[in-house]
């Protein structure tokens, strides 16, 4: 299999040189070019389809680190590898995916192992319909009912293999039919989903031009060959959920619901320490709700979602403890930040909560988001204009089954941000963030509380030279306390960027997290080397997390497209 691998990267480095050839014939003068014509006129030129494809490694050779506690494995190297190829012919189009992890990055699903063919498809695309055979993605609405995605990042790909099928009357009614095996790690798992989504368009069937009025539905049967203790404890192979949705659009103004009914969810007595008491109902049934109200126009944007969860737990099979085990998608509905300290202790969804003897169904909350475009030339706004945005949320675990009753504080933060262009050279965000977040899962009402401000500055000396400079604080007398952050970067575009980074806790062990490193980019590829210590703890992208162990070490990092 490892052969395989390098004989298909070997031929995507052919494919791309054979890419930048054909590029340099193009480039040839016109009359060398018409002189190249007039010599192949005679042959008939026949249609091979096109062929692209992707490939991207990320390696990291690991270190000891007293400081931090980072262990490094035994042979101190980690890699993960992603090589896609995708061919197309006029309808047709065809693919295969092929990941390596040699071995796989620490923090990642140890079910991902060696070399292997992950996915694999073909599909025929018309105006109406499509079918297709082999992996794919897709999701039912929001996702809360049913995604199958793919995120790196996380080690996250819950890709179907088996069919699917979708068809749209004229943008009235459109059907999508599934049927498939979820991938978990690097194999297809013996679970089958089966399900159907239907949405129906009111609007466009009675030609209405100025608004956007749906109604969408869908079904979804997850049936799993079990074991007989799990008969004994109550579970069945099967179980079906339903989820109905409305969607209303008109001037600016949006409107969102949804209503899920999961189905039966089984919690086994020996997958949760200390919940093994017959008085404990283990056999659930899950549900969602969620609602958007929105509004944008004249500068302004304004956005209200609320949102309840009961033991949405959706695995793909029962008694796998992988990151990777569901079938369903449940975004943090918080204010995303890409910096340091913002992202200490991020939110993690709780569909449901399992810790040690305490159970909660579920959490129920929403969040406020608003920003505003200050106009130029104004007395706020000044030459440049401006943007300001506030965000509030908070979540709460659920106090009982069936009840919208809040208990325990989960989460609450407060973020307003700031983004104004100073100068034709100087660009200036300001942030400011609020965080309370209970660490026990609602298990008790201590929550650890921090305030995080940020100035992140670029500056541009040149139409190619610039350079950013974040400085960050995070004020807190809980946890860890105090930290600081700083980063410098500085970009000679289009090709060389280098950065260098720190975050310190002082307030309590006195530990430096730095991290230095260079990239260089040209056309579709890029490559960045660097070197650092990382802070064990949670990364998440949306609502789905992993944890990650503290790491010292090198990282090469190379993505390219063709």
């Known amino acids: 299999m490892k052969k395989i691998f390098v004989l298909l990267v070997s031929f995507a480095t052919l494919f791309t040189a054979s890419a930048q050839e054909q590029s340099a014939v193009e480039s040839v003068p016109a009359t060398n070019q018409q002189s190249l014509v007039e010599e192949e006129a005679p042959k008939k030129r026949r249609n091979l389809g096109r062929l692209t494809g992707s490939f991207e490694t990320n390696s990291i050779y690991y270190v000891q680190d007293l400081r931090t506690g980072a262990i490094a494995p035994d042979d101190h190297f980690g890699s993960n590898n992603y090589l896609k190829l995708d061919y197309y012919n006029g309808k047709f189009s065809a693919g295969v995916q092929m990941e390596g992890y040699l071995p796989v990055l620490q923090g990642y699903p140890t079910s991902l192992t060696k070399v292997g063919l992950t996915n694999y498809y073909a599909a025929w695309t018309d105006e109406s319909f499509s079918v297709t055979a082999g992996t794919f993605y897709d999701q039912f609405g929001s996702g809360l009912l049913f995604r199958a995605y793919e995120d790196r990042t996380l080690g996250m790909n819950n890709a179907l293999t088996g069919a699917r099928f979708t068809y749209n009357y004229k943008d009235i009614v459109g059907v999508k039919l599934i049927w498939g095996m979820p991938r978990l790690g690097m194999k ?185 475009n200050v106009a130029r030339r104004t007395k706020l706004g000044g030459k440049r204009g401006m943007k300001l945005g506030l965000n509030y949320s908070t979540y709460y675990s659920l106090l009982k089954d069936r009840s919208v009753k809040a208990d325990k504080i989960l989460w609450q933060s407060v973020n307003f941000t700031l983004e104004k262009q100073i100068t034709r050279k100087f660009k200036l965000n300001f942030l400011y963030s609020f965080q309370e977040y209970n660490d026990s899962h609602g298990v008790n009402n201590i929550t650890w509380k921090s305030h995080i401000f940020v100035a992140d500055m670029l500056y541009k000396f040149t139409p190619t030279i610039s350079a950013r400079l974040e400085l960050q604080y995070l004020l807190s007398r809980d946890d860890e306390r105090d930290w600081m952050a700083a980063l410098v970067e500085v970009n000679f575009a289009p090709h060389w960027s280098i950065f260098v980074s720190d975050m310190y806790n002082h307030g309590s062990t006195n530990t430096h997290y730095y991290n230095a490193g260079v990239s260089f980019t040209k056309a579709r590829t890029r490559v960045q080397l660097g070197y650092g210590r990382n802070r064990a703890g949670v990364v998440c992208s949306g609502g789905v997390c992993r944890n990650i162990p503290a790491y010292t070490g090198a990282n090469l990092m190379i993505t390219t497209s063709f």
Request: hydrophobic content about 35%; proline content about 4%.
């Open 188 to 372: 297809f798992s013996n679970t089958q989903a089966r399900g159907g989504d239907v949405s129906f368009s009111i609007s466009r069937l009675a030609g209405w031009n100025n608004l956007s009025l749906a109604v969408e539905g869908s079904v979804l049967n997850r049936y799993e060959k079990i074991s007989a203790d799990l008969k004994e404890e109550g579970a069945k192979p099967s179980s079906i959920g339903f989820s109905g949705r409305i969607n209303f659009e008109h001037k600016g103004f949006v409107v969102r619901g949804e209503y899920v009914d999961a189905g039966e969810r089984h919690y086994p007595n020996s997958a949760y320490d200390g919940v093994n008491d017959p008085r404990i109902d283990l056999i659930k049934n899950g549900n969602a709700q969620i609602l958007e109200l929105g509004y944008s126009g004249h500068g302004l944007g304004v956005n209200v979602t609320a949102r309840r969860l009961e033991y949405m737990d959706m695995p793909i099979e029962y008694r796998n403890t992988s990151t990777a085990n569901t079938m369903n998608y449940i975004p943090a509905l918080t204010a995303q930040y890409s910096y340091l300290l913002m992202n200490l202790n991020p939110y993690i969804v709780q569909p449901s909560t399992f810790f040690g003897s305490h159970i909660s169904p579920g959490e129920i909350g929403g969040q406020v988001d608003i920003y505003y």
